[in-house]
């Protein structure tokens, strides 16, 4: 899994104007949720990925954290 540490990839996409007005009427929370939605769709869309939300007790998983020296994998039990 090197890759990860190493490969950075840029997304740009605009957001239909419309949908720009709506999200302008919104509070900061409420668009912040909104804005993480919309990113969870497109990376679904474009990237056909996959999110799961669950339990799995002595499963092995990577939580993203932001360190100091910038976003770091780490792995950790459940």
């Known amino acids: 899994m090197g890759w990860v ?3 950075r990839y840029d997304v740009e996409a605009k957001v239909d104007g ?3 007005d709506q999200l302008i009427k919104l509070s900061t929370d409420q668009r912040m949720v ?3 939605l919309t990113l969870q769709a497109l990376l679904a869309d474009r990237f056909k990925l996959l999110l799961r ?3 799995a ?3 092995s998983v990577y939580v ?4 100091e020296n910038g976003s770091k994998l780490q792995l950790t039990r459940l």
Do not use: K, M
């Open 5 to 7: 540490n190493s490969e």
């Open 18 to 20: 419309s949908l720009a």
């Open 34 to 36: 909104e804005d993480r």
């Open 53 to 55: 939300r669950g339990s």
């Open 57 to 59: 007790e002595g499963s």
């Open 64 to 67: 993203l954290v932001i360190a």
